[in-house]
């Protein structure tokens, strides 16, 4: 990913009003942005260009985003937010699933879209991240500076927008979290109607903790609350070495 000059964004999409309509606010807030219009090309353009992010329609000809999707998590970490017209709970989580870091349903704001990519972009890791090396919660350890994430000794692969739901609920075990707090705590942002979204991260984050763990749940659901992190044994707690700031 380019440390320097403007972000790279690329469009998949094969609505070429959608795809100017977008393109005219990422101009216009500083990124260089380039289009495809069908799930190969989009492919064949991300591994040319290396892009900072990729905004991708699912319903695109030939290759679908789903699959798009799919492939360039074969080889990338690129942040992709899904532009779709399919706004069920299990089209989300399929697309989360499969490695996608934000969606936005259509129709849309293209100022919800770009508060998206920025958020986002936020998230990813980098070298600007002066947190702990680990946060260690029972079986659960994290890793702030690599966006990683071990459950009994073993990786799970999270999105950094999921890595950034179970950081904020890992340095507070037990701690119940609204939505708004998860939004300000993992996001850094609001947006109207954002709350709805925060359900299906956590389902997304919790089914893949869940597969990890054999089936124990980490992540409660406290009715008329929100969520919060709960493991059998321990308490939250930075490494020791002395870069390390203690989350205790």
């Known amino acids: 990913m380019a440390s320097v000059g403007r972000r790279r964004v690329i469009i998949v999409d094969d609505d070429e009003n959608i795809v100017h309509l977008v393109r005219m606010y990422l101009e216009r807030?500083?990124?260089?942005?380039?289009?495809?219009?069908?799930?190969a090309e989009g492919v064949e353009l991300a591994r040319q260009t290396r892009p900072d992010v990729i905004v991708l329609d699912?319903?695109?000809?030939?290759?679908?985003?789903?699959?798009?999707?799919?492939?360039?998590?074969?080889?990338?970490?690129?942040?992709i937010v899904m532009l779709?017209?399919?706004?069920?709970?299990?089209?989300?989580?399929t697309g989360l699933d499969l490695g996608a870091d934000d969606y936005v349903t259509k129709p849309f704001s293209p100022r919800e879209l770009l508060a998206r990519i920025r958020a986002v972009l936020r998230r990813v890791p980098g070298a600007a991240d002066q947190g702990p090396e680990q946060?260690?919660?029972?079986?659960?350890?994290?890793?702030?500076?690599?966006?990683q994430v071990e459950l009994g000794g073993r990786p799970v692969r999270l999105t950094p927008t999921e890595f950034n739901l179970i950081r904020a609920m890992?340095?507070?075990?037990?701690?119940v979290f609204s939505r708004?707090?998860?939004?300000?705590?993992?996001?850094?942002?609001?947006?109207?109607?954002?709350?709805?979204n925060v359900d299906v991260h956590i389902t997304s984050l919790r089914r893949k903790l869940d597969?990890?763990?054999?089936?124990a749940r980490l992540i409660k659901t406290v009715y008329g609350?929100?969520?919060?992190?709960?493991?059998?044994a321990g308490a939250a707690h930075a490494d020791s070495s002395p870069e390390s700031t203690s989350r205790a």
């Not at 807030?29 to 799930?39: I, L, M, P």
């Not at 708004?180 to 709805?196: H, N, S, T, V, W």
């Not at 609350?225 to 059998?232: R, S």
């Open 135 to 147: 946060i260690i919660v029972g079986p659960l350890t994290l890793y702030p500076r690599r966006f």
């Open 225 to 232: 609350l929100g969520y919060k992190l709960e493991v059998d």
């Open 211 to 215: 597969a990890a763990s054999n089936g």
């Open 84 to 93: 779709t017209a399919r706004s069920t709970e299990s089209d989300k989580l």
């Open 170 to 175: 890992a340095e507070a075990p037990g701690q």
């Open 180 to 196: 708004p707090q998860l939004i300000e705590k993992a996001f850094g942002y609001d947006f109207e109607g954002f709350e709805r």
């Open 29 to 39: 807030d500083g990124y260089q942005v380039w289009s495809a219009h069908d799930g």
């Open 58 to 79: 699912l319903m695109l000809p030939g290759m679908d985003g789903l699959a798009v999707c799919r492939e360039l998590r074969r080889g990338s970490n690129v942040p």
